[in-house]
């Protein structure tokens, strides 16, 4: 039996004459991406699927669950290292080496506590790793197939955040962690909460339909196969959840979304009878919306929400600066915290909820730069948000010259990726989650047609 029946074309990366033992070798290689791959998709169900079953499937493991996914990224590592396949590059070693630092650190100068020193690490040293591992095992059809994927789950996770917006807190569907009667939501606007979806607080809904919208964009400029019905079905579901979710960071992010696809039409006046058609049919979409009374309703909910809280942050400028830009001047102005900050993982709410019993409390600060400073202090806090935006910057280069070849994906993934990897608060296990896996989209759909050197030092 030669190579060419052993293993796939598309995966022979050697010629077919070499001796058996490569081959095997080869082969065993092959095999384990395929099993790797495979976990990827098992992350990626689990990211969907974890608030479901803290609140509704497993409440009295809701605790153990939040962590559901570490052990698959472990094994997944663990893998990629044992078959020479762990992603070496100066990003991931740099934070490493700062993490684990940070570890000892934490243990004896900072707040002693081995426990919460291991849960801070572990976003660092496990899921910022993985975030390449997925880039290196996935393609631009794998992101391809997982953007249709998340077209399809649209439509049934719409109509649940609309049920759980007109239930009231104490109905089942709108239970909270650990199956709190309390309820899931979050104080929204007009006596409506923002219902949270399969996940377990409202942000991991915002990020859900953030990464819907981009590949609603995505498929209106690029097709790629995808059913006009389903896509049609798609866009009216993010259109709907926009009020639904009553979330100004899901319009910042959409906008942003929308922003990015312009700048690629500008660039492949080609993709401009597209976008006319996907302007054509928002504007449709809406006036259809509007025709009915949940729809109404939400977006009176939203306006409110939207007017209120840009009263109470000065206005638009106030609400963007202190959101995407002030984080950074807000951890730089923190006094009297010391020099090697208070140790790695304190600023999470496990870590408050290890150290002080209170998981609601933030012990440094919300904001993920503050947060960052705070726990490992100026120095190391700066080389982790570097390392973070370093990679941004680059990233975005390089998705800037895929326009110029006519590749729009990595460009519209990037509008997503870019502010989820720079500053989202990786200290929840959600936001951690879809900021690894949108940013291993983002280097999947790098792959193709960028010069190899350049995606590897990615």
Known sequence: MNAQQLIPDTELPFNVGLNERRLREAYKKASVKRLLRMGVWVYIIMLLSEGGMRKWGLPALAAPLLIIRDPVAVWMLFMAWRNDMFPSNNYVWAMIFTAILGFFIAISIGHGSMSVAIYGTRILVIHFPLMFLIGNLFDKEDVIKFGKVMLWISLPMLLLIAVQFYSPQTAYINRGVGGDISGGGFAGALGFFRPPGTFSFTSGNTQFWSVVALFVVYFWLNHSGVSRILLTAASICVIA???????????????????????????????????????????????????????????????????????????????????????????????????????????????????????????????????????????????????????????????????????????????????????????????????????????ASLKTAIPAHETDRL
């Open 241 to 443: 959840s926009i009020p639904l979710s009553i979330s100004r960071t899901l319009i910042f992010q959409i906008v942003l979304t929308v922003a990015f696809a312009f700048v690629s039409v500008s660039r492949n006046p080609k993709y401009i009878g597209q976008m006319l058609l996907a302007i054509t049919g928002i504007v449709i979409g809406v006036m259809l919306l509007n025709n009915f009374e949940f729809f109404q309703q939400s977006t009176e909910a939203l306006v409110s929400r939207y007017t209120d809280a840009s009263v109470a942050e000065g206005g638009l400028e106030g609400t963007f600066g202190n959101r995407f830009f002030g984080g950074l001047l807000n951890a730089l102005q923190q006094t009297g915290q010391p020099f090697f900050g208070y140790g790695i993982g304190m600023g999470t709410n496990v870590g408050a909820k290890l150290l002080t019993g209170d998981v609601n409390n933030f012990l440094i600060a919300e904001e993920e730069w503050g947060r960052l400073v705070g726990e490992m202090g100026t120095v190391m806090g700066i080389i982790v948000i570097l390392i973070r935006v370093t990679f941004c910057v680059k990233a975005a280069w390089l998705s800037f010259k895929k326009l110029g070849q006519k590749e729009i994906l990595p460009w519209i993934i990037l509008s997503m990726a870019f502010v989820f990897i720079a500053q989202s608060q990786w200290a929840q296990p959600t936001t951690l989650g879809f900021s690894t896996l949108i940013g291993g989209l983002l280097i």
